[in-house]
């Protein structure tokens, strides 16, 4: 006895029936093989090759969902036992957490057609990634990681000092770091050029390996600090009349530049992120940004 149904179909076929059903079967399956090639080259003529702000939109989504499916990736954040590995886990999450929060924001406003504030966002990003290269690069790693926290608590109770329960939330954080290295974070802040790590922007970028520094960085600082003038408002003659043109044109190769660059950064500090955070082996569904700069190279 089995869990068969009964059979609906006559138990007994004709085997002239037999060679008819599978000479059908067979010529169908050929039929399909032949076509397979004009289908695909139909389906690729309905969706039109992605741009590289095309791809950005894609990472931006990819990253959460990479995330969401792996829950346990950001677990030693929860694991205090250790204040010092404790703080090496929140800076690198943090930074990543900024570079994709700022890819977002370069995707929006290039679509948009807000090409001076993408620059400006992406200042940010190439600042945020310099400070995650030489950090994750540094042979303290952990140590610098305190001591960029302690820096960053010590300016904002500067910077918020007439706020008081600010100031003695953040002042009681600093007095739980290691002297030692609060002590670091208060030279830096008093010595040229008082940034947390006593380097420039520049001798990070250099030291981690992240290119692009001259001429890119002077040029988004033009946009950031207001000193990049002359572009953005112009007056122009018409006949006998003068019109007022608003705003700057971006090509669109610098369009699908921005969002390149907005896109490497992002991937790199996710996949350094995984690495740090033991996370297990994944498949990002996205095309690799460096393909597209190979090919401007070319």
């Not at 690198?92 to 700022?102: F, G, P, Y």
């Not at 820096?151 to 008081?164: E, L, N, W």
Request: aromatic letters at 8%; one cysteine or more.
């Amino acid at each position: 006895m089995n869990y068969c149904a009964k059979p609906i179909l006559p138990t007994v076929i004709s085997s002239s029936f037999l060679r008819h059903s599978v000479i059908k079967d067979l010529a169908n399956r050929l039929w399909s093989l032949l076509t397979a090639p004009m289908r695909r080259m139909q389906r690729q003529r309905r969706m039109p090759d992605r741009t590289e702000l095309d791809w950005l939109t894609v990472d931006t989504q990819e990253f959460r969902r990479l995330l969401d499916q792996h829950p346990d990736l950001l677990k030693p954040l929860s694991d205090v036992t250790d204040a010092n590995q404790h703080a090496k886990y929140l800076v690198v999450a943090e930074l990543t957490w900024r570079i994709w929060m700022h890819a977002m924001a370069v995707e929006v406003l290039l679509r948009q057609e807000l090409y001076a504030p993408a620059l400006v966002a992406q200042r940010a990003i190439f600042d945020a990634l310099a400070t995650y290269g030489y950090l994750v690069n540094h042979k303290d790693f952990q140590d610098e990681a305190v001591v960029l926290l302690a820096y960053s608590f010590m300016r904002d109770i500067r910077h918020f000092s007439q706020q008081a329960n600010l100031v003695k939330e953040y002042a009681a954080i600093v007095d739980r770091m290691p002297k030692r290295l609060v002590e670091i974070a208060k030279s830096r802040a008093k010595d040229h050029p008082r940034t947390w790590s006593g380097k420039t922007v520049k001798d990070m970028a250099a030291i981690a390996g992240v290119t692009g520094y001259d001429p890119l960085y002077g040029y988004m600082s033009g946009e950031a600090h207001a000193s990049a003038m002359g572009r953005h408002i112009r007056t122009i003659q018409e006949g006998r009349m003068m019109k007022v043109h608003l705003g700057r044109d971006a090509t669109e190769k610098e369009i699908q530049s921005s969002a390149n660059f907005a896109r490497r950064a992002l991937h790199a500090a996710f996949k350094k992120m995984w690495e740090i955070f033991g996370g297990r082996r994944i498949t990002i569904r996205s095309k690799d940004p460096e393909v597209w700069l190979q090919e401007q190279k070319a």
